[in-house]
T-cell receptor, first 109, second 114 residues
Framework: SQQGEEDPQALSIQEGENATMNCSYK?????LQWYRQNSGRGLVHLIL?????REKHSGRLRVTLDTSKKSSSLLITASRAADTASYFC?????????FGAGTTVTVRA | GAGVSQSPSNKVTEKGKDVELRCDPI?????LYWYRQRLGQGLEFLIY????????KSGLPSDRFSAERTGESVSTLTIQRTQQEDSAVYLC????????????FGSGTRLTVV
């Protein structure tokens, strides 16, 4: 069953703008992870934030986690055409990853 | 190997035939997962292997689906008597221990049942 739900389902932005997507989940978690998928194939792990962390950065990515609201956000700054992809949040409860349906991001040149 | 390898990358099969999908995880990764992704949807958990422990098969959709893994090496996912609703991308992932540092996914096998 899918626990994470991403919002919005789709996002279109101009190159150079920031992209923000949100993830909500239902049960307690050990950590929350964000993945990128290009062309409907393999997923690439972007960033992992543990349940006792509130914010994490990796390059142009910034992830926040609010366990009281059971929500997370992913911010991509200064977007590039190569950031065009689907982005999924995945919650890790014990050992099993539960994925949402994803946010499709299109970056226009 | 450097990454998770899956084969074949694409498979077209006739309804009713059996198919076998293969996953070669990263060396040293004790955990291995199979997921299914239907077109435009998120990933559905199928099965989880951790070392020599009994696998978690709770995500397998029917008894036509089975998977095996020998130790910490290659895994095969078998679908018997395939149906059109089995058409999807089947993704394999492996991780060190219980994935506390993230998971590495293969490129998937796109299965089309005609």
């Amino acid at each position: 069953s899918q626990q994470g739900e991403e919002d919005p389902q789709a996002l279109s932005i101009q190159e150079g703008e920031n992209a923000t997507m949100n993830c909500s989940y239902k049960t307690s978690i050990n950590n929350l992870q964000w993945y990128r998928q290009n062309s409907g194939r393999g997923l690439v792990h972007l960033i992992l934030i543990r349940s006792n962390e509130r914010e994490k950065h990796s390059g142009r990515l910034r992830v926040t986690l609010d366990t009281s609201k059971k929500s997370s956000s992913l911010l991509i700054t200064a977007s590039r055409a190569a950031d065009t992809a689907s982005y999924f949040c995945a919650t890790d409860n014990d050992y099993k990853l539960s994925f949402g349906a994803g946010t499709t991001v299109t970056v226009r040149a | 190997g450097a990454g998770v390898s899956q084969s074949p990358s694409n498979k077209v099969t006739e309804k009713g035939k059996d198919v076998e999908l293969r996953c070669d995880p990263i060396s040293g990764h004790t955990a291995l997962y199979w997921y299914r992704q239907r077109l435009g949807q998120g990933l559905e958990f199928l099965i989880y292997f951790q070392g020599n422990s009994a696998p978690d098969k709770s995500g397998l959709p029917s008894d036509r689906f089975s998977a095996e893994r020998t130790g910490e090496s290659v895994s095969t996912l078998t679908i018997q008597r395939t149906q059109q609703e089995d058409s999807a991308v089947y993704l394999c992932a492996s991780s060190f221990d219980r994935g506390w540092y993230g998971y590495t996914f293969g490129s998937g096998t796109r299965l089309t049942v005609v």
